[in-house]
């Protein structure tokens, strides 16, 4: 079965260090992969997505993702994280076109 | 805007009573999606049309739930009968021609239920 997992319900960085947060995938044949985010009452909004060519992967606001087809991951990254970044954080996998989400990993950071 | 609008942004309903939202796409876009999110998780697939045809529906939805895009335009979801577990965001997302699926999808702001 498809299925997306975000081992981290929460990343703590403070504003001006690297941040990283963890997504790894089970998928059958080549993956999709996305990140969306989700601000407190809005939509969700998309990142950046994986789906041939470059592991690394440049999305918006600064925000980079790194797909490891050995350890089949896909982890968000940005090298100076800012207070405004802190939001709901979501990775998911395309399947026949629909999305299946991680469960999510909040990210705070702090000044 | 001309982004994915969703109607009504929020609703109170008494259990056992019938909710209609409605969910207007991208003008461009042929595919439309329908999600649930309850707190503390990530959006789950309820069903999906491409134009006006119904082409996949998750386990999830349940003969109380039914969904219509009748001119493969807005998309209307129907919760008969609603039941408190019912209580959630209900989310609507379109993408363009589909690619393969690596198309992202936009999503509207949502709906929130709330089943007393």
């Known amino acids: 079965a498809q299925s997306v997992a975000q081992p981290e319900d929460q990343v703590n960085v403070a504003e001006g260090n690297p941040l990283t947060v963890k997504c790894t995938y089970s998928?059958?044949?080549?993956?999709?992969l996305f990140w969306y985010v989700q601000y407190p009452n809005r939509g969700l909004q998309f990142l950046l997505k994986?789906?041939?060519?470059?592991?690394l992967v440049k999305g918006s606001y600064g925000f980079e993702a790194e797909f490891n087809k050995s350890q089949t991951s896909f982890h968000l990254k940005k090298p100076s994280a800012l207070v405004s970044d802190s939001a709901l954080y979501f990775c998911a996998v395309g399947v026949t076109g629909k999305l299946i989400f991680g469960q999510g990993t909040t990210l705070q950071v702090k000044p | 805007d001309t982004g994915v609008s969703q109607d009504p942004r929020h609703k109170i309903t008494k259990r056992g009573q019938n909710v209609t939202f409605r969910c207007d796409p991208i003008?461009?876009?042929?595919?439309l999606y329908w999600y649930r999110q309850t707190l503390g998780q990530g959006p789950e697939f309820l069903t999906y049309f491409q134009n006006e045809a119904q082409l996949e529906k998750s386990r999830l939805l349940s003969d109380r739930f039914s969904a219509e895009r009748p001119k493969g335009s807005f998309s209307t979801l129907e919760i008969q009968r609603t039941e408190q577990g019912d209580s959630a965001m209900y989310l609507c997302?379109?993408?363009?021609?589909?690619?393969?699926?690596?198309?992202?999808?936009?999503f509207g702001p949502g709906t929130r239920l709330t089943v007393l």
């Open positions: 998928v059958s044949g080549n993956p999709y």
């Open positions: 003008s461009e876009h042929n595919r």
């Open positions: 994986y789906i041939t060519g470059d592991n």
């Open positions: 997302a379109s993408s363009p021609r589909y690619r393969g699926g690596g198309d992202e999808q936009f």
